[in-house]
């Protein structure tokens, strides 16, 4: 009898004995050796309750179908050590575990019945304090699982995270989400010490307790930072993952009027938005050069597009309180008007390429077209196998995808696809990769908006130069540029291309759409701002 979650639980636990053998402690071995030797209905039971979020059950609230005889199944556990006898330890959790009409029963109490059933508990509690935490240990049999920390080490080591649980299987069997088939082995393996995961898992015990910490209270926040493990640069998941957090803190700090130490954390983190939010905290102490200072050096050494946009919106504000003056940047985006008849149900970006298409081809992309020929031209870059890149299977990405240290790691390989990129075999490797790989995640492809026919009009139409500018902005921080794209590409009949931004009543132009604009004109890339208005209606503004 084949049971998933066993399979499923077999499948972590080879993964991370065949690629974290020399890690495992004597504890362990010795864990997954007591599971390895329980008879098939006792593990079933075993690890269903080992993936549920309590440690304690009552023995006649569980149904599987998978466990028939499940009253030999409990026994098989509770003697081992995985398992024991024992009711919670806390009243707490004891209460947690009956229903208000069962404490009605159990206490014959039915005056309380119309009680919600936290004053029902603290009645009895208050009435048979000795009597109720007895009485209710001995209205069932117990089952409480022992190996959860053990479990939480061996999820650790195939995902990477633990936020990811063995219901992953289940997606994929569903056929949810296909992963392309990278390379997992111990050569490129993403943990090298039992120090290096433990460090990880306190990380992730220390952001469960930020969830649950006073968060107006100072000292707990600067204790818990304090608290974070200590990371070094040859790890960068670590790193990002306790600088996210130290973030968090950070600004929640802030929200309680403890500026100072906010800024303290803030100066510890190399990654936006902290660079921003100590601008704003020196404007708030009116020390505006060194806000002023701070900015320079963004503008001049940006961690990402984001604080770009930022400089450009608070530069000239601080520059005025400070009488300095800046050169004026007025850039306008090429724009025109187009008068069109609204449709009922259809957005207006879905009107306006009916409109283009009487002229041409006209596409809905947005982001989908550069984004997706990038994926498509980097893919044996995104999917390398690289020491730390990849945990486990389900992955649509490389862990450092979204951090500078992608493209760094990957640069010699990254910087030949581009090179090539006036081969004439461009086009048909693009096309090729789109047919073999059609599916498979990847960060960078949303395969529903990228139809063949779209891919091959453009390949044949937008010249190299024009992908390679896009290709050379969007890596140098993908996760802020790669969006911002204009909502339509549009092959019209006289020849060439264009992306159009379409704007209804009402929309303006994002800061980042800005920049890509910029960015288009310097590089010549065709564009146009489309702003529509709808027939029979004033033209306002």
């Known amino acids: 009898m084949e049971s998933l979650p066993v399979s499923n639980f077999d499948t972590v636990c080879e993964f991370v004995s065949q690629t974290y053998g020399d890690l495992l402690s004597l504890r362990e071995q010795q864990w997954l050796a007591a599971v390895n030797s329980l008879a098939l209905p006792a593990k079933i039971l ?67 019945k119309n009680n919600v059933k936290a004053d029902i508990v603290d009645a ?26 053990v479990y939480s080490w061996f999820l650790l080591c195939f995902f990477g995270n633990r936020h990811q649980d063995t219901s992953e299987f ?13 390379v997992l082995d111990k050569t490129n393996r993403a943990f090298d010490s039992r120090d290096q995961i433990d460090a990880h898992l306190f990380y992730y015990e220390c952001a469960s307790k930020y969830e649950h910490i006073n968060k107006r209270d100072r000292d707990a926040l600067l204790q818990l930072d304090s608290a974070l493990p200590v990371y070094q640069q040859r790890d ?11 973030l968090r803190i950070a600004r929640q700090l802030e929200r309680i009027d403890c500026r100072d130490d906010a800024l303290q954390l803030y100066s510890r983190c190399a990654r936006a938005p902290a660079r921003e939010r100590m601008v704003r905290i020196y404007q708030h102490k009116a020390d505006y050069e060194a806000s002023w200072q701070l900015l320079q050096t963004i503008e001049q050494h940006p961690y990402c597009d984001e604080e770009l946009q930022f400089v450009d919106t608070m530069k000239p504000k601080l520059a005025r309180k400070m009488g300095k003056k800046l050169p004026v940047k007025r850039f306008k985006p090429i724009s025109s008007k187009l008068v069109l008849k609204q449709h009922s149900t259809a957005r207006v970006e879905q009107v306006a390429q009916a409109y283009y298409q009487h002229h041409g081809d006209c596409y809905y992309a947005e982001n989908s077209l550069f984004n997706g020929v990038l994926g498509l031209l980097i893919w044996d870059e995104i999917f390398a196998p690289l020491s730390g890149a990849f945990f486990n299977s389900f992955q649509y990405a490389p862990a450092d995808f979204y951090d500078p240290a992608f493209c760094q790691r990957r640069q010699q390989s990254i910087t ?38 779209l891919l091959e009009h ?21 996760r802020g540029n790669t969006s911002g794209f204009p909502d339509l590409v549009n092959f019209p009949k006289t020849g060439g291309y264009e992306l159009i931004e379409i704007k209804g009543p009402g929309d303006a132009v994002q800061k980042n759409q800005k920049r890509w604009f910029a960015y288009f004109e310097s590089v010549g890339v065709p564009y146009r701002v489309v702003h529509v208005k709808w027939a029979g209606t004033a033209v306002t503004g």
């Open 416 to 453: 030949a696809r581009l090179d090539k990129l006036d081969d004439l075999s461009f086009g048909p490797e693009i096309l090729s990769r789109f047919n073999d790989h059609y599916g498979i995640a990847n960060p960078l492809v949303r395969w529903e908006h990228l139809s063949q026919s």
């Open 458 to 478: 453009a390949l044949k139409i937008i010249p190299k130069h024009h992908w390679r500018a896009c290709f050379e902005r969007q890596l140098q921080d993908l």
């Open 170 to 182: 289940a997606m994929r069997e569903l056929g949810h989400t296909h992963y392309f088939p990278y």
């Open 46 to 112: 075993y690890v269903r309750l080992l993936n549920r979020s309590f440690n304690t059950f009552r023995v006649s609230k569980l149904r599987y179908e998978d466990v028939a005889d499940l009253p030999s199944a409990v026994n098989a556990l509770i003697q081992t050590p995985l398992a024991n006898a024992a009711p919670p330890i806390t009243a707490d959790e004891l209460n947690r575990l009956f229903t208000k009409p069962e404490f009605v029963a159990l206490f014959d109490r039915p005056d309380l």
């Open 124 to 149: 009895i509690y208050h009435d048979q304090p000795n009597k109720a935490q007895a009485l209710l240990h001995a209205a069932d049999q117990w089952l409480t699982i022992e190996g959860h920390g």
């Open 236 to 246: 960068p998941t670590l790193t990002r993952r306790v600088e996210r957090l130290r």
